[in-house]
């Protein structure tokens, strides 16, 4: 079955230090890949998604950067955090619009708190 | 462009009483709907989805969901809220990458349900 880890679940940072999180999915390939932001009072907000290995797109400007190294891992960056970057982070993967509620899994999310 | 609407922020419903969450999606093809419940602290798991077919579909937990193509509205129901339901509540809808024939989920900003003894 296909499992989804995303880590760290909690990380406080201080502004201007850099950051990465981490999402892994595994058994499936070629999947594609999304990472999504909640802001305080806020909905879900899609930052970036991948469909292949060094395939990224993003959709909203931002200081954020994602990168795809390998078919099924998914990495949020940041050379400089702002506060402004604070919120919960949510990997998520899916194969097609079938697969979302079925083979489609979030992971547990990273609450990102800067300081 | 593609969009969800949950017009309701925040919803105060006393435990037992029913409830209804409003959704409303702009979507020019034929919609891949879900709702899905984030508990504090977690992440979200999916509650029901509607694909084709009957315009009422169940969930887990007790939920239900009408598709209303008419009224571009997909609902989220509960005959009997339990205190367990409070949590944050999201309808989305799939809509197409153009570029690059796959999909990805859009969210509306979700429903914040607080359950009153």
């Known amino acids: 079955s296909q499992t989804i880890h995303q880590w760290p679940a909690t990380l406080v940072q201080p502004v201007g230090s850099p950051l990465s999180l981490e999402c892994t999915v595994e058994g499936t390939s070629n999947p594609n890949l999304y990472w999504y932001r909640q802001a305080a009072g806020r909905g879900l907000q899609l930052l970036f998604y991948?469909?292949?290995?060094?395939?990224i797109s993003s959709e909203v400007p931002q200081n954020l950067s994602a990168s795809r190294p390998q078919d099924r891992q998914f990495i949020l960056s940041s050379k400089k955090l702002l506060l402004s970057d604070s919120g919960f982070y949510l990997c998520?993967?899916?194969?097609?619009?079938?697969?979302?509620?079925?083979?489609?899994?979030f992971g547990q999310g990273t609450r990102l708190t800067v300081v | 462009a593609q969009s969800v609407t949950q017009p309701d922020i925040h919803i105060t419903v006393s435990e037992g009483a029913s409830l209804e969450l409003r959704c409303n999606y702009s979507y020019g093809a034929t919609p891949y709907l879900f709702w899905y419940v984030q508990s504090p602290g977690q992440g979200l798991q999916l509650l029901l989805k509607?694909?084709?077919?009957?315009?009422l579909v169940q969930g887990i937990k007790g939920f239900e969901a009408e598709f209303k193509r008419s009224q571009s509205s997909f609902n989220l129901r509960k005959p009997s809220v339990h205190w367990s339901d409070a949590a944050e509540y999201f309808c989305a809808v799939v809509r197409g990458i153009s570029n690059f024939g796959n999909e990805k989920l859009t969210f509306g900003t979700g429903t914040r349900l607080t359950i009153i003894p």
């Open positions: 991948s469909v292949g290995i060094g395939q």
């Open positions: 509607y694909f084709s077919g009957d315009t």
């Open positions: 998520a993967w899916g194969r097609d619009r079938t697969s979302w509620g079925t083979e489609a899994f």
